[in-house]
Every structure is written in C-alpha cells, then in structure tokens.
C-alpha cells in the first residue's frame, strides 16, 4: 500500500495566486515527521517545511505553510504568492516512528507549473 | 544551513566500468547517510542506508554487490556502481541527517550517471 500518495500530478497556477498541493500518509505509527521538498530542473531536492506528528501548530515558513489535518491523514502543502521560481517539481515525503536512523518515503511528486 | 556536498555531478561511462560517487556532509558529522534513486520522470527511491563504521542496510531488490555503499568516516559515504550496464543510467542522490531527532534530511544536488 502507498505510504504517501499524491494525487495531483501537475498543477498550474497564476503569478501571486496561492495554491494547494495535496499529500495524503498512511502510518500506524504514533511518532511520525512529514517533509515538503521542491525539485527544481536541475535535481537537486530543496527542504521546504517540516510537520512533527505531535505539533499541534500547522508548520509555516515564510510563504509555505503546512495544512496538517491528522485524524484525516492530511498534509497538505500550501504555497502563498506564487513566484515563477516555483516551478517545479513538489515531494511530499514521511519519516516514521521513533528509531534513530528513520528512513524518508517520498510520494510520487506533483509538478508545479507557474504561469505570468 | 547543513550543506551536503556530492560529487560527481555527471558522469558518462562505459558499459561493465565501475563508477564511485562520494557523498560529503560539509559542516555537520552525519552517521547516517541515504542513498536514493530517481527514473526520469519518478520520485525518488531508498536504495540503502549507509551507517558509518558498518555495513549498509540494502532496501529490497537492490543488489548488494552492485550497489557498494562504504562509509568510512562521519562526514564521507560513497556508491560504487561496479559493472555499470545501461540500465544503471540514472540520476542518484544521497542526503544526510543532521543530529537532532527533529533535522530534516539534507540532500546532494545528486549525480546524473549515462551506461552507454
């Protein structure tokens, strides 16, 4: 069974709009971590937000904020103002349980096309 | 910010050469580090977990005696792709972790490896 499903493939959205980008997990773990990662053209992954399984406040950095709603299993990531720079592809990715070495699974990505 | 620095950052090589890629972490000792693929096109998948001063943990379906993961000291892990053949081809990037529970995983900017 997928651990983190993204459902969007692709989205579009205008310059200065907000937009929403759904991430769903699937864990029986108590402790867990979710990510948000972007992957511009170039490769490399770009660590955006993180969510803690006992945060009780949505993450929010700068324009990224963390829709996190855990009874539904829901993280889903919301970029405020889109700027063209953020074209690109968008990782949704868990960390489970309370081990020192915890491993990331990432979902299968959503590309984020900016438009003028 | 950690920096996690990963060399080469492409690669062309011929059909049964070996290729290593080091993976550094820059300004934090990472006792773990990952190693994940990426298809074109795909998200990113754990191929191992490198822990420094022991043998690798392989995820299932990777192969062991292909995919060398040594990692001799807190700051250094290197994949040795032995025999590459083309369908090696692929772009492989390896991300650390920094020492508190809650630190995010910070990733190389990867490496493009073309069998030809």
């Known amino acids: 069974a997928q651990k983190i499903t993204q459902t969007q493939p692709g989205m579009f959205v205008q310059e200065k709009e907000a937009v929403t980008l759904d991430c769903t997990y699937d864990?029986?773990?108590?402790?867990?971590?979710l990510f948000w990662y972007k992957q511009p053209s170039s490769g490399e992954m770009i660590f955006l937000i993180y969510?803690?399984?006992?945060?009780?406040q949505n993450a929010t950095e700068g324009r990224y904020s963390l829709n996190f709603q855990k009874a539904r299993k829901s993280a889903n990531l919301v970029i405020s103002a889109s700027q063209l720079g953020d074209s690109a592809m968008y990782f949704c990715a868990m960390r489970e349980g309370g081990r020192s070495f915890q491993k990331l699974v990432f979902g299968t990505g959503t590309r984020l096309l900016v438009s003028p | 910010g950690a920096v996690v620095s990963q060399h080469p950052s492409r690669v062309i090589c011929k059909s049964g050469t070996s290729v290593k890629i080091e993976c550094r972490s820059l300004?934090?000792?990472?006792?773990?580090m990952f190693w994940y693929r990426q298809f074109p096109k795909q998200s990113l998948m754990l191929m191992a977990t490198?822990?420094?001063?022991?043998?690798?943990?392989?995820e299932q379906g990777v192969e062991k005696d292909k995919f060398l993961i040594n990692h001799a000291s807190l700051t250094l892990s290197t994949l040795t792709v032995t025999s590459a053949h083309p369908e090696d081809s692929s772009f492989y990037i390896c991300?650390?972790?920094?020492?508190?529970?809650?630190?995010?995983?910070?990733f190389g900017n990867g490496t493009r490896l073309t069998v030809t």
């Open positions: 300004d934090f000792q990472a006792t773990t």
């Open positions: 969510q803690g399984s006992y945060d009780e």
């Open positions: 991300s650390a972790r920094g020492t508190s529970y809650n630190s995010p995983l910070h």
């Open positions: 864990t029986s773990d108590q402790s867990y971590g």
């Open positions: 490198s822990n420094e001063g022991s043998k690798a943990t392989y």
